[in-house]
């Protein structure tokens, strides 16, 4: 376990391709803060940090967010050193100090433990994700944050909207700020409405040192990937259509859904004259 607190330095000058991309997204990120709550005065956050493109792009946005914010919080970086075999374990230490944000890496062996437990060529991801939750609630509590950011992006929202309704037989997915179980954790994802496709980009850009995320010999999440595969295909014959799925989280119409737990169609009668609660919308 290693632990840094030197302050953040002070950024060098962005070329016009990078600070253009970096306004865009600042500004989806921004909005998702405002509109969700995602930070108050005097928050601590802990910045997830894999060694993916995402969260170091999550960092970053958020340590320029905190030099304009009008609100004070504080930032540490937390990696989980999983002991992957060939883990840079370097790599995120040498980054971190060089750009002076706090940080801390926790080091267990989850990936001992669930070759241990999980037999020769099943899935791993699902007991590992379990440890690596419960490691990291665990950290953010000795560490004293008060809100833990995630580097999920708008497309993981809809693909797993998607997964959802194709294997759950749910309507839901993952929110820009959620609860923990037992009710001392805010976990909060700033990067909700921002594009996988920007942020590779931005990664790109800004010459992040990523590391590779195959290094526990896990297959992919195969029905993870074909939701991608399906979505991008739909995105080809249909632009902009994820946008629009992405949309529509925030335009929930209850009144036009099947759930009875969350609208009461028993009492509706012709005497309701509640705007959206009408055939309207098929005027459209
Ligand atoms: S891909 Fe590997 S590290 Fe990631 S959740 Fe699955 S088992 Fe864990």
């Known amino acids: 376990m290693s632990q840094s607190t030197r302050s953040p330095r002070t950024p060098r000058k962005l070329d016009d ?13 921004g909005g998702t803060v405002g509109d969700y709550g995602l930070i108050e005065e005097g928050d601590k956050i802990m910045v997830c940090l894999s060694g993916g493109k995402d969260s170091y792009a999550l960092l970053d946005l958020l340590l320029v967010l905190q030099r304009h914010a009008k609100v004070h919080f504080d930032l540490v970086a937390v990696n989980l050193d999983q002991k992957q075999p060939g883990f840079p374990a370097h790599v995120l230490p040498d980054y ?3 750009i002076g944000v706090p940080f801390h890496i926790e080091e267990q062996d989850t990936y001992a433990i669930v070759k241990r437990l999980i037999p020769e060529g099943e899935k791993t991801c699902s007991l590992c994700s379990r440890l690596r939750r419960g490691i990291l609630y665990h950290v953010a509590t000795k ?4 809100k ?7 497309d993981d929202i809809v693909e797993t909207l998607f997964l959802n309704l194709f294997y759950t037989g749910k309507l839901k997915t993952m929110p820009p700020k959620l609860r923990s179980k037992d009710g001392k954790h805010l976990v909060i994802r700033p990067l909700a409405a921002v594009r996988e496709s920007d942020l590779a980009r931005y990664a790109e850009l800004r010459a992040f040192p990523i590391i590779p995320c195959n290094l ?3 297959q992919e999440d195969l029905k993870r990937k074909e939701v991608k595969e399906f979505l991008r295909e739909w995105e080809q014959r249909s632009p902009s259509c994820t946008d629009s ?22 009492a509706l009668r012709t005497s309701d004259q509640t705007a959206g609660h009408d055939d309207a919308w098929l005027d459209e």
């Open 216 to 218: 526990c010999g896990s």
């Open 96 to 98: 971190l100090t060089k």
């Open 245 to 266: 799925m992405f949309a529509a989280l925030s335009n929930v119409s209850l009144p036009f859904l099947l759930d009875q737990k969350l609208f009461d169609f028993k």
């Open 143 to 146: 560490l004293g944050a008060t």
């Open 17 to 29: 391709a990078t600070e253009q991309l970096q306004t865009k997204l600042l500004r989806l990120v």
């Open 148 to 154: 833990i950011a995630l580097g999920h992006h708008r």
